[in-house]
């Protein structure tokens, strides 16, 4: 009886596998150009121009140029929240698009622009520390993903939180 079962669901099996919906179009000639609109954060991303870190261009590509890439706060109270603002500019020669920034820790938190930063324009990343539970010195690193080469770029903040 179980193997007529597991024969049955087996069959079941292969004729799903068989006739799954990777049965391409008939019309393939039709093309499709995507609206803006159309266009996912997904679709930026593994568009060649964006942060696909396998992708390698040879066009023009963003460069994000920082005044500086490391803050130290000095010290600081336990218990305090503390903000500084990286300023960063695109020297490069295409949009410069971020994917995302993120912290080595749940106490950093980054914001970062969400839309396309044009060349020549600048932008800022928002870096916010929570020091309640921490002591003595500290070291955070963002690291911030997008279209340039590299594709990671990291920035440090650091602190000494007084007993």
Same mark, same amino acid.
């Given at each position: 009886m179980? &193997?007529?079962l597991i024969y049955a669901l087996l069959m079941v099996f292969g004729f799903f596998a068989t006739t799954s919906c990777d049965? !391409?179009?008939?019309?393939t000639t039709e093309s499709h150009e995507?609206?803006?609109?159309?266009?996912?954060a997904a679709d930026l &991303?593994?568009?060649p121009n964006t942060a696909n870190p396998e992708v390698v261009t040879t066009g023009?590509?963003?460069?994000?140029?920082?005044? !500086?890439n490391e803050h130290d706060f000095g010290d600081i109270k336990p218990g305090d929240v503390v903000k500084h603002t990286f300023n960063f500019k695109n020297t490069g020669k295409a949009p410069l698009i971020i994917e995302s920034a993120t912290a080595t820790c749940g106490?950093?938190?980054p914001n970062y622009p969400k839309e396309p930063i044009a060349p020549g324009q600048s932008g800022k990343i928002d870096v916010q520390f929570d020091s309640k539970g921490k002591t003595g010195q500290q070291s955070k690193q963002i690291?911030?993903?997008s279209n340039t080469q590299p594709n990671i770029t990291e920035l440090t903040i !650091?602190?000494?939180i007084l007993q």
């Open positions: 179980k &193997i007529k049965k !391409k179009s008939e019309n995507a609206t803006a609109e159309e266009l996912s &991303i593994n568009n023009p590509a963003p460069v994000m140029t920082f005044d !500086k106490c950093t938190v690291s911030i993903r !650091k602190t000494n």
